[in-house]
């Protein structure tokens, strides 16, 4: 199975946090994994912010940020493009939604996943307006 991973579950595979045992769940029956262009952006702001409250220490950073950099390599990343911006500008006009999460659904838009994964109780809201199987974890 394809899936659509938006920056805020797929950061459950490095911090574990609330739905991270269900996500780890979920990725037994994943064979490949698309992501958004955004989302080195997203993990790399979400860890620093993270690591700023105390929630990680300095030594969780820098191992988080190896990880992520070793998984990208095996991400199917949604290139960036004219056409993903105006599907992003569409769902915008269509819903009250933060541009990064357009963009999180215009990506899963042009994955052709089978499935759209969040952990973003709005976002997913929006997502099964959007997208035919969205899950929340």
Not at 2 to 11: E, G, K, N
Not at 91 to 109: F, G, N, P, Y
Request: proline residues 1%; charged residues 30%.
């Amino acid at each position: 199975m394809r899936a659509f991973i938006d920056t805020s579950s797929l950061l459950k595979k490095y911090i574990h946090e609330p739905g991270s045992d269900k996500f780890d769940q979920l990725l037994e029956n994943i064979r490949e994994i698309a992501v958004s262009p955004t989302l080195l952006l997203e993990i790399h702001c979400a860890v620093q912010r993270r690591f700023h409250e105390r929630i990680i220490t300095a030594e969780q950073k820098e191992f988080i940020k190896e990880e992520i950099k070793k998984d990208d390599v095996y991400l199917a990343k949604v290139a960036w493009s004219n056409d993903l911006e105006q599907k992003a500008l569409h769902i915008i006009e269509r819903h009250k939604i933060k541009t990064l999460d357009s963009i999180q659904l215009a990506s899963a838009h042009f994955s052709k996943a089978d499935m759209f994964v969040t952990s973003d109780h709005k976002l997913f809201q929006i997502a099964k307006k959007e997208i035919k199987n969205t899950v929340l974890v």
